[in-house]
């Protein structure tokens, strides 16, 4: 190949712009160019008047102090259109048009799901887990988990002073709506009491029942991370527990959020909690030593990949190695949830 294409797709995770700059300086050394896509798949499917929105050359020096920066230089966005097939065709038609030969797509699940249809239609492409949410089975880390984690960490090492000050139980939401991994390694590192997730049924009675233990036994603060999924597993009838408590009255019948929940668990344990919902600082910031090696090496195997003719697979990495499994064996397959973590997480806070 002399050209390929490159993207970043759905949601941005710290670590993609030093896949980007791995995948055109690998390029370069195998003289090769690149086109960079920018917000995703919309570019390729160059809707706007001037191309200059839609893609630009890249050479190794546009890339170059990249490395340690968050986000992507490339944009990101979620393109509903690629959905159907005559705009997937039109995407194809569009790269050739530009001499491009081959497709890295960098992001997750979803992102991965328009490189399978290219694939099917023919289109070389090689996928790159990016995503703070290391929800892909398939290999053991994506990137941005590691940095999303570690700022959570720093989050949680905060906000357990000010519970430990107070003497108060805190409630603090990371991502994680499908995948409850930001969650539970949060807890272990920073030694929470609680891991709620969305793959393990939880009530808000049981979680009470051992907060108020905690405090019987002299414990004067509690940290509960919480994914922001979790709400799907829960078991507990809390129109009835509201319904027992006349300061939660007001929230029996409304959409539950962390901070309704934290003020369920206040009513329970009769101690003050407080929520704190991370939100998308965990997206942000510099990505992590780990993250930027992590990075390197898939972006320089996407590149060698499709170099050697070799298309249709994704990137990932299984103890310590790099390896590359074929796009279409990743469909619908989640990360099974560690359950050796999860019960780690309950011996060690008692």
């Known amino acids: 190949m002399k050209r390929i294409g490159v993207l970043t797709s759905g949601g941005d995770a710290p670590g993609m712009n030093a896949a980007v700059r791995a995948v055109v300086r690998t390029a370069a050394a195998n003289e090769m160019s690149v086109v960079g896509f920018k917000r995703g798949y919309n570019g390729v499917l160059m809707q706007n008047l001037n191309p200059d929105d839609d893609y630009m050359l890249m050479t190794a020096r546009k890339v170059s102090g990249i490395v340690h920066r968050g986000g992507t230089v490339l944009m990101t966005a979620r393109c509903k259109e690629f959905f159907q097939p005559k705009y997937q065709q039109l995407a194809i038609d569009n790269m050739r048009s ?74 603090v939401t990371v991502m994680g709506r499908d995948c409850g991994d930001i969650a539970i390694h949060t807890a272990l590192a920073c030694g929470a009491e609680f891991a709620l997730v969305p793959e393990v049924p939880w009530s808000v ?24 999924g979790a709400f799907a597993s829960l078991t507990s009838d809390l129109h009835e527990i509201c319904g027992r408590y006349e ?13 309704k929940l934290a003020n369920v668990l206040e009513a329970l344990t009769g101690q003050e909690t407080r929520a704190t919902v991370l939100g998308y600082i965990q997206r942000g910031g510099t990505p992590s030593a780990s993250d930027r090696v992590l990075a390197a090496r898939l972006g ?46 309950a011996t060690l806070s008692t």
């Not at 009675?205 to 922001?228: P, Q």
């Not at 300061?247 to 901070?259: M, P, V």
Request: charged letters at 30%.
């Open 98 to 171: 530009l001499g491009i030969e081959g497709l890295v797509v960098i992001g997750g699940d979803g992102s991965f799901a328009g490189a399978r249809d290219l694939h099917d239609l023919g289109f070389p492409v090689i996928g790159i887990p990016g995503t703070i949410d290391n929800d892909l089975a398939y290999t053991e880390y994506t990137l941005g988990f590691d940095t999303a984690l570690n700022t959570a960490c720093d989050c949680v090492n905060r906000i357990r002073e000010s519970s430990d000050s107070h003497e108060r139980t805190s409630l």
């Open 247 to 259: 300061q939660l009255a007001d929230i029996r019948d409304d959409k539950l959020t962390s901070s």
């Open 300 to 345: 320089n195997r996407a590149v060698e990949l499709l170099r050697d003719g070799r298309s249709g697979l994704v990137v990932g990495i299984r103890e310590s190695r790099i390896i590359e499994v074929p796009i279409e064996e990743t469909k619908g397959q989640k990360r099974p949830l560690n359950a050796e973590l999860k019960q780690l997480v």
């Open 205 to 228: 009675e049981e979680v009470s029942a051992r907060i108020k233990w905690g405090i019987v036994n002299g414990k004067r603060s509690t940290i509960v991370i919480f994914a922001e």
